[in-house]
T-cell receptor, first 114, second 117 residues
Framework: NAGVTQTPKFRILKIGQSMTLQCTQD?????MYWYRQDPGMGLKLIYY???????DKGEVPNGYNVSRSTTEDFPLRLELAAPSQTSVYFC?????????????FGPGTRLTVT | AQSVAQPEDQVNVAEGNPLTVKCTYS??????LFWYVQYPNRGLQFLLK??????LVKGSYGFEAEFNKSQTSFHLKKPSALVSDSALYFC???????????????FGIGTKLQVIP
């Protein structure tokens, strides 16, 4: 199993540009998450999904959008990139229901907006 | 509301010495507790968890953690530190009362562990 994979690893965007961060998992996990990690701030949840076709906002959703058309894929869309979106983005997944909630993380995407 | 506190930004320990990374939590019900490790330029990796039962849980790479309900703590420990243990460590909590639907997990801000040769 590859686990959780993310592309790209690095990206530089100009202010106002858009991009999609890709996330795929091959563990058949229903739950998927997008976090951003800023120095000294820990992880902040952007969006999450409990299954294909179902998504919801986390703590910091502004400026982002997601979709979940399949169990495997959970892309994160940035529209009109702003410097405040410079961060490291992590995708994660976990088992649903009585699963205890440990999450499996991808390697991250380091995004710089200038 | 659930929360996690990691009171130390950084912990320095000499190689071979025991290490402790502290974590306290707050939940309305009973907690699920987790420790994750993050090596430079990598994603978080699950280390261990407490669900119920024995207060001392063992995890990967020789790490263990002690759950203390009265002190609402879940400190990470290792008897003998290795230089390769140097990394960022995150404590996380999930409220067991929220057992269905969205599995909300709250992460601490992380503690940098530096093991000195």
């Amino acid at each position: 199993n590859a686990g959780v994979t993310q592309t790209p690893k690095f990206r530089i965007l100009k202010i106002g540009q858009s991009m999609t961060l890709q996330c795929t998992q091959d563990m058949n996990h229903n739950y998927m998450y997008w976090y951003r990690q800023d120095p000294g701030m820990g992880l902040k949840l952007i969006y999450y999904s409990v299954g294909a076709g179902i998504t919801d906002k986390g703590e910091v959703p502004n400026g982002y959008n997601v979709s979940r058309s399949t169990t495997e894929d959970f892309p994160l869309r940035l529209e009109l990139a702003a410097p405040s979106q410079t961060s490291v983005y992590f995708c994660a997944s976990s088992r649903p229901g009585t699963g205890t909630g440990e999450q499996y993380f991808g390697p991250g995407t380091r995004l710089t907006v200038t | 509301a659930q929360s996690v506190a990691q009171p130390e930004d950084q912990v320095n320990v000499a190689e071979g010495n025991p290490l402790t990374v502290k974590c306290t939590y707050s939940v309305s019900g009973n907690p699920y507790l987790f420790w994750y490790v993050q090596y430079p330029n990598r994603g978080l990796q699950f280390l261990l968890k407490y669900i119920t039962g024995d207060n001392l849980v063992k995890g990967s790479y020789g790490f263990e953690a002690e759950f203390n309900k009265s002190q609402t703590s879940f400190h990470l420990k290792k008897p003998s530190a290795l230089v390769s243990d140097s990394a960022l460590y995150f404590c996380a909590v999930r409220d067991m009362e929220n057992s269905g639907g969205y599995q909300k997990v709250t992460f601490g801000i992380g503690t940098k562990l530096q093991v000195i040769p």
